[in-house]
């Protein structure tokens, strides 16, 4: 994920608190396969929701259309099988 990620307009009315969040998964999950993201985003959830982050789904989009930014096809293809793989989870 590039540095300056938090910078992107898109992210521009998000709570402070859920792009501190997202930055410390962002570092903690950086070069992890396919197959180990998919238990460390839903581990990174929970942490999430028992700390009182709750994401909409607006700002879901948002992040996932931000991670999307300059990756190649293969990387989109891999993030979107990852998102697919949550929804059905829940």
Do not use: H, Y
């Amino acid at each position: 994920m590039e540095e300056n990620w938090q910078d992107n307009p898109k992210l521009a009315g998000m709570d402070r608190s859920k792009l501190d969040m997202l930055q410390q998964m962002a570092q903690q999950g950086a070069g992890k396969s396919p197959s180990d993201l998919l238990p460390f985003i839903m581990n990174a959830a929970a942490k999430g929701k028992s700390a009182g982050l709750r994401f909409n789904p607006n700002e879901i989009n948002t992040i996932i259309e931000v991670l999307k930014m300059g990756k190649s096809p293969q990387e989109r293809a891999k993030l979107d099988q990852v998102v697919n793989l949550m929804k059905m989870m829940r």
